[in-house]
C-alpha cells in the first residue's frame, strides 16, 4: 500500500490508497505512538512517504523504513492535485495559505512555489487564545460554540464608533477585533462570543494579509487550506467575504487538511 503522511505540529494527517481511491485519516500529534501503532498494525509491506515537522520523530516510531519529500512541495502537489479532483481551475499561477498551527503563504508559478510570507496566527493561536479565555481544548466544542456567538458582543465595527454619522468606509467592517471593551465591561460576553470573535480575529488576520500578498503578485485565485477550516464555517465564511471584497477568488479544498499527506502520496 501506498501512503503519504503529513506529520505536523498539531496533527498527523495520513492519506494511503484503497483500491484506487484516496483514503484520509488524522490523529493528534500529541498522540504519535497511536497514530505510528495505527500504520504499523493496519498495512502489509507499505511504501511510506513523510512530509512536515514531525517527520523525524514519526519515522523513527515505524516498522519501516521511510522516505521524505519537503513539506512546501508536498503541499503544492497536493495542491494542484485535489484542486483538479474538485474541478478548480487555478490557472498558471496562484497564492496558497496553509493555516496550520502556524500560517505560511506560497506563490505558485507554473508548479513551482515561493515561500512569500507566513504569520504566527494560526490554528494554533485559536486554541491558545480559547484555553485562555475559556479553558477549553477540545477543538470540535470550541468551534461548535463559537458557531452559536455572537461577534459584536466583543469585536467594535466602524459604525460602533460613527455613531450617528456616516463612516467613510462601510461600517460593518470590523474597527477592532476583541475592541469593544467598555461594552464588555458592562455587558459580559458569553463563551460563544468570545470564542466566535477569536475565529473571527484570526480569519480577518490572514485574509488581510494573504489579500494583499495577491494583490503584489497578481494572483486571481487564493487556495485556503490547514486544518483550521475543518466544521469551521465561520472562517470560511470571513475569509470568503473578505477575499470577493478585494477582487479575489478563494479557494477551499474538499481534503485541503490532506494536501500536504496527499503531496507526499504523489512522491511514494
Ligand atoms: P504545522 O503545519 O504548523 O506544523 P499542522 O500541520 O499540525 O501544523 P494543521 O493540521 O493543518 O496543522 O492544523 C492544525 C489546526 O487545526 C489546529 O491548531 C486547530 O486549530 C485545528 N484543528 C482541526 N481539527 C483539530 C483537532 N481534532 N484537534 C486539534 N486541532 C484541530
Ligand atoms: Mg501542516
Given at each position: 500500500?501506498?501512503?503519504?503522511?503529513?506529520?505536523?505540529?498539531?496533527?498527523?494527517?495520513?492519506?494511503?490508497?484503497?483500491?484506487?481511491?484516496?483514503?484520509?485519516?488524522?490523529f493528534q500529534t500529541q498522540h504519535i505512538g497511536?497514530?505510528?501503532?495505527?500504520?504499523?498494525?493496519?498495512?502489509?509491506?507499505?511504501?511510506?512517504?513523510?512530509?512536515?515537522?514531525?517527520?523525524?520523530?514519526?519515522?523513527?516510531?515505524?516498522?519501516?523504513?521511510?522516505?521524505?519529500?519537503?513539506?512546501?512541495?508536498?503541499?503544492?502537489?497536493?495542491?494542484?492535485?485535489?484542486?483538479?479532483?474538485?474541478?478548480?481551475?487555478?490557472?498558471?499561477?496562484?497564492?496558497?495559505?496553509?493555516?496550520?498551527?502556524?500560517?505560511?503563504?506560497?506563490?505558485?508559478?507554473?508548479?513551482?512555489?515561493?515561500?512569500?510570507?507566513?504569520?504566527?496566527?494560526?490554528?494554533?493561536?485559536?486554541?491558545?487564545?480559547?484555553?485562555?479565555?475559556?479553558?477549553?481544548?477540545?477543538?470540535?466544542?470550541?468551534?461548535?460554540?463559537?458557531?452559536?456567538?455572537?461577534?459584536?458582543?466583543?469585536?467594535?465595527?466602524?459604525?460602533?464608533?460613527?455613531?450617528?454619522?456616516?463612516?467613510?468606509?462601510?461600517?460593518?467592517?470590523?474597527?477592532?477585533?476583541?475592541?469593544?471593551?467598555?461594552?464588555?465591561?458592562?455587558?459580559?460576553?458569553?463563551?460563544?462570543?468570545?470564542?466566535?470573535?477569536?475565529?473571527?480575529?484570526?480569519?480577518?488576520?490572514?485574509?488581510?494579509?494573504?489579500?494583499?500578498?495577491?494583490?503584489?503578485?497578481?494572483?486571481?485565485?487564493?487556495?485556503?487550506?490547514?486544518?483550521?477550516?475543518?466544521?469551521?464555517?465561520?472562517?470560511?465564511?470571513?475569509?470568503?467575504?473578505?477575499?470577493?471584497?478585494?477582487?479575489?477568488?478563494?479557494?477551499?479544498?474538499?481534503?485541503?487538511?490532506?494536501?500536504?499527506?496527499?503531496?507526499?502520496?504523489?512522491?511514494?
Amino acid at each position: 500500500t501506498k501512503i503519504g503522511i503529513d506529520a505536523g505540529g498539531t496533527l498527523i494527517k495520513i492519506s494511503y490508497l484503497e483500491e484506487e481511491t484516496i483514503r484520509y485519516r488524522s490523529f493528534q500529534t500529541q498522540h504519535i505512538g497511536e497514530a505510528a501503532s495505527w500504520v504499523n498494525d493496519h498495512f502489509r509491506n507499505p511504501k511510506i512517504c513523510l512530509t512536515g515537522g514531525k517527520s523525524q520523530v514519526f519515522a523513527e516510531e515505524l516498522d519501516v523504513s521511510t522516505h521524505s519529500v519537503l513539506e512546501f512541495e508536498a503541499t503544492t502537489r497536493g495542491i494542484t492535485y485535489l484542486a483538479d479532483e474538485d474541478g478548480h481551475s487555478l490557472g498558471s499561477h496562484f497564492l496558497f495559505v496553509n493555516i496550520g498551527t502556524g500560517t505560511s503563504m506560497h506563490y505558485v508559478k507554473n508548479g513551482t512555489q515561493e515561500r512569500v510570507g507566513g504569520s504566527g496566527i494560526g490554528g494554533g493561536t485559536l486554541m491558545g487564545l480559547a484555553y485562555l479565555t475559556t479553558g477549553m481544548t477540545d477543538y470540535d466544542e470550541i468551534v461548535r460554540l463559537a458557531g452559536i456567538g455572537n461577534r459584536g458582543n466583543v469585536d467594535l465595527k466602524v459604525k460602533d464608533i460613527f455613531e450617528g454619522a456616516v463612516p467613510p468606509i462601510s461600517g460593518d467592517l470590523t474597527a477592532s477585533n476583541l475592541g469593544k471593551t467598555a461594552f464588555m465591561m458592562q455587558n459580559p460576553p458569553t463563551q460563544q462570543d468570545t470564542l466566535a470573535s477569536i475565529i473571527g480575529l484570526i480569519g480577518e488576520v490572514i485574509v488581510t494579509i494573504s489579500s494583499q500578498m495577491a494583490a503584489h503578485y497578481n494572483a486571481d485565485s487564493i487556495v485556503y487550506v490547514g486544518s483550521s477550516f475543518r466544521d469551521n464555517p465561520i472562517i470560511r465564511e470571513i475569509i470568503e467575504t473578505y477575499a470577493w471584497m478585494i477582487g479575489k477568488k478563494p479557494v477551499f479544498l474538499q481534503h485541503g487538511d490532506y494536501s500536504g499527506a496527499v503531496g507526499a502520496l504523489l512522491a511514494v
